[in-house]
């Protein structure tokens, strides 16, 4: 087995792994990174698929995300705007195609009015709660003592908006159904995008995509810490700390370290044997955070034809199979693509389906938006992360209902010489790229103290 010292061994080359690793590196430390897959970038990356680049994981850009977008600037990467001109598509309970402009979504005068009287309420919420530490909300323990699901029943008679509301967060973010998580962590949720008008505004939080594609972030951080100094296919079986240093080993590797960043979702966790054991609050707090369940999905076709028909290529529905979609033609692409999103109890429901009959399923609903010129497209990929043995599931992780409250201080703390960067475990940026770069950050700085 092959044997390294250094001053501190990061586990995960993911967006907070190798931000970490930069900043130590930056402060004269000597840094080893362990990966266990064959790639750096974590849930940040692209494949090609019949000549077309495919953004697997994350891909977009909020103004407010200034941590990413200073990155971005210091990595020379140029950016370009998401295509939105045109109406949007909204599809109700009965199957009826809509289509709008503005930001809510077409029904009856009662029910649209309940929407935005739920956002502003949730708006105003949200603006009481401060991310990094929801739990010091005055009513904290109230609100993470109900479900979103059962709270908006207490708010609303009207099941059309509920739908939609719970939507915007259930759907389209925590990615589980909202009766798991509590209205604390919706907040939250909305908290960290700058407000729950934020969350809920495509146009903000999906703004902005980079040139040639979102993967060439983490390419460039782990050029800057050096792939000399980064271990992939090296998967870590134990952590030991003892004597005042701590050993981290894999397979083949064992390196010996003054301190250890362990950059990984906290649901993963239990992959590592911990020699002393985590506090057994540690270990509570990881069993009750879960991941999320996510489809995306992106078809590609010879032309955009949707813009010809006016459309932007937004669309939403709580009743669809794809939730949501949007126009995800990359600036230099001939043709047109659109991205979708399948999630929570729907995307249990089609993973039990066999390929051809999901791919169906899909596309029949792409096509409930846009008409049928959506049911052939050229190359078609799915993004499957939670068989992904070393991510299990996306967006992120949440917690189940008292969770946040009751693991207020675990949820971030180190554990003498191990300490933990995750986008997961963010305020700001919670879930997002922006996030994962913000933790990087926190915990170098924890190495550095």
């Known amino acids: 087995m092959k044997e390294i010292s250094t001053d501190v061994v990061i586990i995960g080359a993911g967006m907070a792994g190798l931000t970490a690793a930069t900043q130590l590196i930056a402060a004269g430390r000597d840094v080893v990174v362990l990966e266990a897959r064959d790639r750096v970038g974590g849930r ?125 967060v259930a759907g389209a973010m925590l990615t589980k159904p909202s009766y798991a998580f509590s209205l604390l962590q919706a907040l ?8 729950f008008n934020e969350l809920v505004d495509p146009d903000f939080i999906l703004d902005k995509r980079v040139k040639g594609g979102m993967h060439q972030v983490p390419q460039g951080l782990a050029e800057r810490v050096g792939f000399e100094n980064i271990h992939l296919s090296t998967d870590v079986k134990s952590i030991v700390t003892a004597e005042g240093n701590v050993t981290v080993t894999a397979e083949n590797l064992s390196v010996q370290a003054k301190h250890v960043i362990i950059a990984l979702g906290p649901h993963l966790l239990t992959r590592i044997d911990f020699q002393p054991a985590l506090p057994s609050v540690k270990q509570q707090m990881a069993q009750h955070l879960s991941s999320g369940q996510v489809i995306k999905v992106q078809a590609f076709y010879p032309s955009a034809f949707w813009r010809e028909k006016g459309l932007s290529g937004t669309a939403f529905s709580p009743y669809q199979t794809v939730h949501e979609a949007y126009d995800n033609t990359p600036h230099d692409y001939v043709g047109g693509t659109l991205v979708g999103f399948v999630s929570d109890h729907v995307a249990d429901d089609l993973y039990a389906k066999d390929p051809t009959e999901r791919k169906k399923a899909i596309l029949d609903s792409f096509a ?82």
């Open 188 to 195: 939250m949720m909305a908290a960290s995008a700058g407000g």
């Open 368 to 449: 409930a938006y846009f008409g049928e010129g959506a049911l052939k497209p050229t190359v078609y990929y799915e993004s499957d992360w939670v068989n992904e043995v070393y991510t299990r599931g996306a967006y992120g992780t949440s917690f189940d209902i008292g969770g946040l409250t009751r693991y207020r201080d675990s949820i971030r703390s180190s554990v003498g010489r191990i300490h933990f960067a995750c986008s997961d475990i963010a305020g700001i940026g919670y879930t997002h790229i922006d996030g994962a770069i913000r933790m990087g950050e926190a915990a170098a700085e924890a190495v550095l103290a």
């Open 44 to 168: 940040v990356h692209s494949e090609i698929h019949d000549d077309c680049l495919v953004e697997v994981g994350g891909q977009w850009i909020a103004p407010d995300q200034e941590k990413l977008l200073a990155l971005l600037d210091g990595l020379g990467l140029e950016t370009y705007s998401r295509y939105r001109e045109g109406k949007n598509v909204y599809v109700n309970g009965s199957g009826e195609n809509r289509q709008y402009e503005g930001e809510i979504f077409p029904a009856s005068p009662e029910t649209e009015s309940e929407i935005v009287r739920l956002i502003e309420l949730l708006d105003k919420l949200s603006h009481e709660i401060d991310p990094a530490q929801p739990w010091e909300h005055p009513n904290a323990s109230e609100f993470d003592s109900v479900s979103f699901a059962s709270w908006l029943q207490q708010q609303s008679q009207d099941q059309e908006a509920r739908d939609n509301i719970a939507l915007f």
